[in-house]
């Protein structure tokens, strides 16, 4: 499993990370136990949370189960320090989490302590924010993004307040770096800043969609995270499991993420449908194992960090982490951006 630094940080992780937003919801603490022991066999140290999973649905009677299974493993396996460990804080209009509140100074240790106790260790590796107090165009929004609405003065202030609350956690010895999630380009640049001239923790990271069918950072945050070494932390590489196929023709598997949540978060559209097919044909095309090729693309990527992966199955798992050993020709590659020029924007 090759090894990218994560940021600035002296931190190494692997290029695929295992991602847990269905432990607690679609798999059992058990699965959560079995998934992490395999993911470490074969050479993943990265290992991705959050404060409001499991998701698929979200729910105040489920929310902070998948870091209480990280507890549970840490204290069964003893293998705290082979994992770089990552979660994030929730941000605004999660009403169950903090009363909804969004990030502040005061809310982002407090939330810190929440995620510590939960995954009973004494450190984060990289603490994330999940979504912007101004809100952002992820998840489907861009199609009606307004950026006039938000506040000039306060959006900076806010940023401001809210990397001192991160720099009170790294002094304080809670977490050792810090990453962005569903970011923009120019709220990045801002943390870049804001971190630069007032001596405040730098961010190392930014956990975005990214998919064959969700290319949004290829331009300017591609740039970003080439001039300031803010890679990406890939999300939904197999677009909630839309590009292995298994949706194509209106299938809706039994216990699939698309039986819980049929449009998979705006996700599926005929617009989708037809784009995979297109990714399925370049598989079928090259002998490649549809998922394996999306998410062996997805570290092609110059900008990517690591790639995080999902699985419900102990099955689905091997596949994902199969992917890394699987190496794109140039001939698959040009037929992947035939694709891309047929179908640019489908999600």
């Given at each position: 499993?090759?090894?990218?630094?994560?940021?600035?940080?002296?931190m190494m992780v692997?290029?695929?990370?295992?991602?847990t937003?269905?432990?607690?919801?679609q798999?059992?603490?058990?699965?959560?136990?079995?998934?992490?022991d395999?993911?470490?066999?074969?050479?993943?140290?990265f290992f991705?949370t959050?404060e409001?999973?499991?998701?698929?649905p979200?729910r105040?009677?489920?929310?902070?189960l998948?870091e209480?299974?990280?507890?549970?493993?840490?204290?069964?396996?003893?293998?705290?320090d082979e994992?770089?460990?990552a979660t994030?804080?929730?941000?605004?209009?999660?009403?169950w989490?903090?009363?909804?509140?969004?990030?502040t100074?005061?809310?982002?240790m407090e939330?810190?302590?929440?995620?510590?106790?939960?995954?009973?260790v004494?450190?984060?590796?990289?603490y994330?924010?999940?979504?912007?107090?101004r809100g952002?165009?992820h998840?489907r929004k861009?199609?009606a993004?307004d950026?006039?609405?938000?506040?000039?003065t306060?959006?900076v202030?806010?940023?401001h307040?809210?990397?001192?609350?991160?720099?009170?956690?790294?002094?304080?010895?809670?977490?050792?770096?810090?990453?962005l999630?569903n970011?923009?380009?120019w709220?990045?640049?801002q943390?870049?800043?804001l971190a630069?001239e007032?001596?405040?923790p730098?961010v190392?990271?930014?956990?975005?969609?990214?998919?064959l069918?969700c290319?949004?950072?290829?331009?300017?945050l591609a740039?970003v995270?080439?001039?300031?070494?803010?890679?990406l932390l890939?999300?939904s590489p197999?677009a909630?499991g839309?590009?292995?196929?298994?949706?194509?023709g209106?299938?809706?598997p039994?216990g699939?993420?698309?039986?819980?949540?049929?449009?998979?978060?705006?996700?599926?559209?005929?617009?989708?449908?037809a784009?995979?097919?297109?990714y399925?044909?370049?598989a079928?095309?090259?002998?490649?194992d549809?998922?394996?090729?999306?998410?062996?693309?997805c570290?092609?990527?110059?900008f990517m960090t690591?790639?995080?992966i999902?699985?419900?199955?102990?099955?689905?798992l091997?596949?994902?982490?199969?992917?890394?050993?699987?190496?794109?020709?140039?001939?698959?590659?040009?037929?992947i951006?035939?694709?891309?020029?047929?179908?640019?924007l489908?999600?």
């Amino acid at each position: 499993m090759n090894m990218n630094r994560l940021g600035r940080t002296d931190m190494m992780v692997s290029e695929i990370c295992l991602g847990t937003m269905t432990w607690g919801e679609q798999n059992t603490e058990a699965d959560a136990h079995e998934q992490m022991d395999y993911a470490l066999t074969q050479g993943v140290n990265f290992f991705d949370t959050a404060e409001m999973y499991p998701t698929q649905p979200t729910r105040a009677e489920t929310q902070g189960l998948t870091e209480e299974y990280f507890g549970s493993w840490f204290r069964k396996s003893g293998k705290r320090d082979e994992v770089i460990l990552a979660t994030k804080m929730g941000g605004n209009g999660v009403e169950w989490i903090r009363g909804g509140q969004g990030f502040t100074r005061a809310s982002v240790m407090e939330a810190v302590d929440g995620n510590l106790k939960r995954l009973g260790v004494d450190h984060i590796d990289l603490y994330q924010l999940h979504w912007p107090n101004r809100g952002s165009y992820h998840f489907r929004k861009h199609w009606a993004f307004d950026a006039s609405t938000q506040d000039k003065t306060t959006t900076v202030d806010d940023i401001h307040e809210t990397l001192e609350g991160l720099g009170d956690a790294v002094k304080a010895g809670k977490i050792r770096a810090v990453g962005l999630s569903n970011e923009s380009a120019w709220g990045t640049m801002q943390f870049v800043r804001l971190a630069e001239e007032h001596g405040l923790p730098r961010v190392a990271s930014i956990q975005n969609e990214y998919s064959l069918i969700c290319r949004m950072f290829d331009t300017d945050l591609a740039e970003v995270a080439h001039h300031e070494d803010v890679g990406l932390l890939a999300f939904s590489p197999l677009a909630a499991g839309i590009l292995s196929g298994k949706y194509q023709g209106g299938e809706i598997p039994e216990g699939s993420r698309r039986a819980a949540v049929e449009n998979l978060g705006g996700r599926w559209r005929p617009e989708t449908e037809a784009a995979t097919q297109a990714y399925l044909e370049v598989a079928r095309k090259h002998g490649l194992d549809p998922s394996q090729m999306a998410i062996a693309f997805c570290m092609t990527r110059s900008f990517m960090t690591s790639t995080i992966i999902g699985a419900t199955t102990i099955d689905q798992l091997k596949t994902a982490i199969g992917s890394w050993d699987v190496k794109l020709s140039d001939a698959v590659l040009d037929d992947i951006a035939t694709a891309r020029r047929a179908h640019p924007l489908p999600i």
